[in-house]
């Protein structure tokens, strides 16, 4: 465990987990076996986080995040909680996972990805369902409550802004279909 990490109650470290400095981990979170934690990350209550994944520094899971094993997550990445995030999903640095997200397994998301949960109005609404396996570019941007078919391929810079339900590739502002898979 590094120096100066801040650990709440009821919290569950499993085996081989090795802690960078100046974490704060709230009540109730429960680490698998085997995480690799760096350096100033904050951990909310009741997150849990499964067995094999490695957090980079500077990273905030806000309460009830809950991540699944083998996961790879950069620097600078932000949960505003209560999320579901699946096996083996790779978050680059400085994503933003809006509250309520469900990422499913295999999913990569690339840097400066943003998503949302509040509709024009400023009303929540939900965060996306991004199915098996998406793609994600670079400085895309998933609209509140938005659903991505499985093996969706969402390029660069593109908004999404309405479910989609086939999966292929899709560019552009608004992400429009560009070809199949």
Excluded at 119 to 143: L, P, Q, R
């Amino acid at each position: 465990m590094g120096l100066h990490c801040i650990i709440g109650e009821n919290v569950r470290i499993g085996r081989n987990v090795v802690m960078g400095n100046m974490c704060i981990i709230e009540d109730g979170v429960t680490i698998g076996d085997d995480v690799r934690m760096d350096h100033f990350c904050v951990i909310g209550k009741g997150a849990r986080i499964g067995d094999r994944c490695v957090l980079r520094s500077h990273i905030e899971l806000r309460s009830d995040t809950v991540m699944g094993t083998d996961c790879y997550v950069d620097s600078g990445v932000l949960s505003s909680g209560k999320n579901i995030i699946g096996n083996k999903v790779t978050l680059r640095y400085n994503a933003i996972i809006a509250r309520g997200c469900q990422i499913s397994d295999d999913v990569y998301i690339c840097p400066q990805v943003m998503t949302n949960n509040l509709d024009h109005t400023g009303k929540e609404v939900g965060g996306a369902h991004i199915g098996k396996g998406c793609f994600i570019g670079t400085n895309s941007t998933i609209g509140a409550g938005i659903t991505l078919a499985s093996k969706s391929v969402i390029g660069s810079k593109a908004m999404v802004t309405r479910s989609i339900e086939e999966a292929g590739v899709y560019m552009g502002v608004p992400a429009k279909w560009v070809r199949a898979l």
